[in-house]
């Protein structure tokens, strides 16, 4: 783990980790290499004792009955209920099951985002009061980019990696965004089996980037309906591409849209 680069009044670390690129942006005031260098290492934690293409991590194992669930660790029973808690709360868009080909649970769909909120917090506790972590596009955003400017966030064009269509300012707040232009129908309609055609993609903000992902999955998989859903869900906003390229979005993130992607 090398330091960090500092860049002006900026204190930023990348690592590839979990299958991702994971990157932490943090503002004056800094913290201390080790701080980071925790929060690394807790990201590689999460990869070994999470990862679903590892034999030899606990969800694997749980998975194929080599490890009952209730001798895994805690934060591995923790996932596993969080996930299927959020199946309920999304009556079954968000499903789980759906992540292994062969069915079994599998509480992946949230640990990215859980693992994100939990570097959030740690880097908190070290001193960091304006900080961005970021992994695989989703991110949490605390405090303030610069003095009276929040974290301006692109939303890419599914067309176009290079464009955005909608730019929001965050602070304190996770943004998670799901679509099917950079891996292909990976997302389906656990109802139907059948890859949601609705929408090109799905952006959802809140308190929690764990929820903001997995809501945003199953509002992608809901179409059309899903900006609305989002929008009755406590503290969560939505702004989505439909399948016409029109941008819609809910109140909550409409006073986040800032005219450069209006």
Do not use: C
């Amino acid at each position: 783990m090398g330091p960090s680069a500092s860049t002006g009044r900026r204190q930023v670390r990348v690592e590839h980790v979990m299958g991702t690129t994971v990157s932490i942006d943090v503002r004056e005031p800094f913290v201390a290499e080790a701080a980071i260098d925790d929060v690394i290492a807790w990201f590689h934690d999460v990869d070994r004792r999470f990862s679903p293409y590892r034999a030899d991590s606990e969800v694997t194992r749980v998975g194929d009955g080599r490890l009952a669930l209730e001798d895994a660790s805690p934060d591995v029973r923790a996932m596993f209920t969080l996930a299927d808690d959020l199946r309920g709360r999304t009556d079954g868009y968000f499903d789980p099951r759906g992540f292994r080909a062969d069915g079994r649970p599998d509480p992946t769909g949230v640990v990215k985002g859980w693992s994100v909120d939990e570097a959030i917090a740690r880097l908190r506790l070290a001193g960091a009061r304006n900080v961005q972590v970021a992994a695989g596009g989703d991110l949490v955003a605390a405090g303030e980019a610069e003095p009276g400017r929040g974290w301006r966030i692109g939303i890419r064009h599914p067309d176009d990696a290079g464009s955005v269509a909608a730019v929001l300012e965050v602070r304190d707040l996770g943004v998670a965004t799901s679509g099917l232009y950079e891996r292909g129908g990976h997302i389906r309609d656990p109802h139907t089996g059948r890859v949601p055609t609705g929408l090109r993609s799905m952006t959802v903000v809140g308190p929690s980037l764990a929820i903001a992902d997995a809501f945003a999955t199953a509002a992608f998989a809901m179409g059309e309906a899903g900006t609305a859903w989002v929008a009755r869900q406590a503290g969560m906003g939505a702004l989505a591409i439909t399948g016409r390229d029109r941008v819609v979005w809910s109140p909550l993130v409409g006073t986040l849209l800032r005219t450069e992607g209006r």
